[in-house]
């Protein structure tokens, strides 16, 4: 086909199309309940519109089409009808009539109380502050590019109340970068800076029930402040403008966390992260953290599958073990390194990963690749039998990361680690919020140009696509930590010492009750069984000291233990070996890579 000059021309300088319109009304939010307004440049015809399916961050098609209510569209004044899509309920169908070029569309977007989903792609809120996730609150037609549609977003918030976000200021924004940008508004909400040593800003804005808890103190800014700091010699590079952490201190929402480009999700109770003086719980020290790390893993290099076009083109789970596995690695890191959890606290916490993912029958038959693919039906439906969780991708792929870390260590004498893979693969030109999508044969390429002479597919291939009865643990025997079995005298672990028995009978108890038999265990071969009750033991009646106190008397002289099981039948085990309970010891031949890693010394 030929083309005039003229029409060249025509075709070169065409105006783009105009922008959608998009008015969040939630001026009512603590009312729960959100009024939507959008405007759309249309022409007469049929018009499909489309509610977002997948979220980013999420994994899973569970955009809450649920929660919308009254939608109407009309043109010119007059209302126009439509019908959901037979086979898809997240889209809309409707004629526009001759002669109508704008289609203007209401609806009001009604949140689930008291969910933790809500402030991860929707509407949360109390009397005082509120999430509000503009990819729950808009409609697209059909097959809108997330980077070039573009979109006028106005938010209005009720009287006194501030804002805080990562959209621009600029009049347009894409529509992926508005899904992408959730907002925190609230009575009081305060702003301090993170100075950066690249000079990139940073901005840790707090969002409270009161102005007092708006108020960190003087440890969770620290940490904070080291967050920036760290890293920023972690990855080498930052690919975002500026960075807004939104931290909301409040014990009206659930806790919950989700990841941005160029801001994170946090939602935690007033003293979650603690004040210095005591351990916070270790899931709270690592949301802030993890979601960052987010913002190069998983929002700038983000796996080809999970690099849609359309906010409901499917996407693929098959590289989850990096987007989330390296990610919970690399912010636990930073959590230790930042200060956020003690160095002591973080091992233990790697030893009762070991000990939860151990308990995982699945792992015999489904590899992490495969519980990646299958993520999207096990976090929709469930945990289902419970023989795979979902959070396994996390700490299972932690774990093999932390091989990776070690070995990358041991085999360079020092000199390399898995921060050095991270400056490659995750560093580059900040050019601002840009997607740049991997495959694994790119992942296995930095891991090659890292460390030399490596077998790196074949590396990745054995852990993630292969099974295995137990939990990984090569990666914390090269870190010169490896697990042992032996007696316990931390008082710490004393409800850990009163109900795990796998080790030495092959059982585990709630109270007397047991919750787990072992395979090919003393309590397997007698015919326990989940459920079972045990009533008495040695005559007397059954309690868990006393079971404790029996079984490490077994130290050096076999001791025989009759239990009565739901005072019904007796089971014998004539046992010697003592308390039989999991450690990580100190091996002192190899270097302590541990520390190395999470402190950065010996």
Same mark, same amino acid.
């Given at each position: 086909m030929v083309?005039?000059?003229c029409?060249?021309?025509?075709?070169?300088?065409?105006?783009p199309p105009?922008?959608?319109?998009?008015t969040?009304?939630?001026?009512?939010?603590?009312?729960?309940?959100?009024?939507?307004t959008q405007?759309? #440049?249309v022409k007469p015809?049929?018009?499909t519109?489309?509610?977002?399916?997948?979220i !980013?961050?999420?994994h899973?098609?569970v955009?809450?089409?649920?929660?919308?209510v009254?939608?109407?569209f009309?043109g010119?004044?007059k209302?126009?009808s439509?019908?959901?899509d037979g086979?898809d309920?997240? =889209?809309?169908?409707?004629?526009?009539p001759?002669?109508?070029?704008?289609l203007?569309?209401h609806f009001d977007?009604?949140?689930?109380? +008291?969910?933790?989903?809500e402030?991860a792609?929707?509407v949360?809120a109390?009397a005082?502050?509120?999430?509000?996730?503009?990819s729950?609150?808009?409609?697209a !037609?059909?097959?809108?590019d997330?980077?070039?549609?573009?979109?006028?977003p106005t938010?209005?918030?009720?009287?006194?109340?501030?804002?805080?976000?990562?959209l621009?200021?600029?009049?347009?924004?894409?529509?992926?970068?508005l899904?992408?940008s959730?907002? %925190?508004a609230?009575?009081?909400?305060?702003?301090?800076?993170l100075p950066?040593?690249?000079?990139?800003?940073?901005?840790?804005?707090?969002?409270?029930?009161?102005?007092?808890v708006?108020?960190?103190?003087?440890?969770?800014?620290?940490?904070m402040?080291?967050?920036?700091t760290?890293s920023?010699?972690?990855?080498?590079a930052?690919?975002?403008?500026k960075f807004?952490?939104?931290?909301?201190?409040?014990?009206?929402?659930?806790?919950y966390?989700?990841?941005?480009?160029?801001?994170?999700?946090?939602?935690l109770?007033? +003293?979650?992260l603690?004040?210095g003086?005591?351990?916070p719980?270790?899931w709270?020290a690592n949301?802030?953290?993890h979601?960052?790390?987010?913002s190069? +893993?998983?929002?700038?290099?983000?796996?080809?599958?999970?690099?849609g076009?359309?906010? +409901?083109?499917?996407?693929?789970?098959d590289?989850l073990?990096?987007?989330?596995?390296l990610?919970?690695?690399?912010?636990?890191?930073?959590?230790?390194?930042?200060?956020?959890?003690p %160095?002591?606290?973080?091992?233990?916490?790697?030893?009762?990963? /070991?000990?939860?993912?151990?308990?995982r029958e699945?792992?015999?038959?489904?590899?992490?690749r495969?519980?990646a693919?299958?993520y !999207?039906?096990?976090?929709?439906?469930?945990?289902?039998?419970?023989?795979?969780?979902?959070n &396994?991708?996390?700490?299972e792929?932690?774990?093999?990361?932390l091989?990776?870390?070690?070995?990358?260590?041991?085999?360079?004498?020092?000199?390399?680690?898995?921060d050095?893979?991270?400056r490659r693969f995750?560093?580059?030109v900040n050019?601002?919020?840009?997607?740049?999508p991997?495959t694994?044969?790119?992942?296995s =390429?930095t891991l090659?140009?890292t /460390?030399?002479?490596?077998?790196?597919a074949?590396?990745?291939?054995?852990r993630?696509?292969?099974?295995?009865?137990?939990? #990984?643990? /090569?990666?914390?025997?090269? =870190?010169?930590?490896?697990?042992? /079995?032996?007696?316990?005298n931390?008082?710490?672990?004393?409800?850990?010492?009163?109900?795990?028995?796998r080790y030495s009978?092959?059982?585990?108890?709630a109270?007397?009750?047991?919750?787990?038999?072992?395979?090919d265990?003393?309590?397997?071969?007698a015919g326990l069984?989940?459920?079972n009750?045990?009533t008495?033991?040695?005559?007397?009646?059954?309690?868990?000291?006393?079971?404790?106190e029996?079984?490490?008397?077994?130290?050096?002289?076999?001791m025989q233990?009759?239990l009565?099981?739901?005072s019904s039948r007796?089971?014998?085990f &004539?046992y010697l070996?003592?308390?039989r309970l999991s450690?990580?010891v100190?091996?002192s031949?190899?270097?302590?890579?541990?520390?190395?890693?999470f402190?950065?010394?010996e």
């Open positions: 083309f005039s000059a029409a060249f021309i025509a075709l070169f300088l065409a105006a105009a922008p959608l319109t998009l969040i009304d939630a001026r009512e939010v603590s009312k729960q309940v959100v009024h939507v405007r759309f #440049p015809g049929p018009l519109l489309e509610y977002p399916k997948w !980013p961050g999420m899973e098609p955009g809450p089409v649920q929660n919308l009254r939608l109407l009309s010119k004044g209302p126009i439509w019908r959901r086979y309920v997240y =889209a809309f169908q409707l004629t526009v001759p002669g109508v070029s704008e203007e569309a977007y009604l949140p689930k109380p +008291n969910d933790s989903d402030i792609y929707g949360a109390t005082q502050l509120a999430v509000i996730n503009p729950a609150l808009l409609l !037609p059909r097959g809108s997330l980077k070039t549609t573009q979109l006028t938010l209005l918030l009720p009287d006194g109340w501030q804002k805080a976000t990562s621009p200021t600029t009049p347009t924004v894409s529509l992926e970068r899904m992408d959730p907002v %925190f609230g009575r009081y909400l305060r702003r301090f800076a950066s040593p690249d000079g990139v800003p940073h901005t840790l804005a707090v969002l409270a029930d009161t102005d007092e708006a108020t960190p103190n003087a440890h969770t800014l620290s940490c402040q080291k967050l920036v760290e920023a010699a972690l990855f080498g930052r690919h975002y403008d807004t952490f939104l931290l909301a201190l409040t014990s009206g929402l659930p806790q966390g989700l990841e941005h480009h160029e801001s994170t999700v946090n939602v109770r007033p +003293n979650a603690g004040d003086t005591s351990t719980g270790q709270n949301l802030l953290p979601e960052y790390v987010h190069w +893993n998983g929002k700038h290099r983000r796996p080809y599958g999970l690099a076009k359309t906010f +409901n083109q499917p996407l693929s789970t590289l073990w990096v987007y989330e596995g990610t919970e690695y690399l912010g636990e890191v930073l959590m230790v390194r930042c200060g956020f959890y %160095f002591d606290a973080e091992r233990e916490h790697l030893r009762q990963a /070991l000990l939860s993912l151990d308990a699945a792992r015999k038959w489904q590899s992490l495969e519980a693919l299958a !999207p039906l096990i976090a929709a439906k469930g945990d289902g039998t419970r023989l795979r969780l979902s &396994d991708v996390y700490y792929s932690m774990l093999h990361w091989e990776a870390d070690a070995l990358i260590r041991q085999k360079s004498q020092g000199k390399l680690s898995l050095d893979f991270c995750f560093g580059g050019r601002g919020p840009e997607v740049k991997y694994e044969a790119e992942l =390429a090659s140009a /460390l030399p002479g490596q077998d790196w074949g590396w990745l291939r054995a993630f696509d292969a099974t295995d009865s137990r939990a #990984p643990r /090569l990666g914390l025997e090269l =870190a010169g930590w490896p697990e042992q /079995l032996g007696e316990v931390e008082p710490r672990r004393e409800p850990e010492t009163l109900s795990d028995f009978l092959g059982f585990r108890l109270g007397a009750r047991i919750t787990r038999v072992e395979p265990s003393f309590a397997a071969q069984s989940v459920g009750q045990l008495l033991l040695n005559g007397q009646p059954f309690t868990n000291t006393a079971l404790r029996a079984i490490r008397a077994s130290k050096a002289q076999a233990l009759v009565q099981v739901d007796e089971v014998r &004539d070996g003592g308390e450690l990580l100190r091996r031949e190899v270097p302590n890579r541990l520390s190395q890693i402190l950065r010394k």
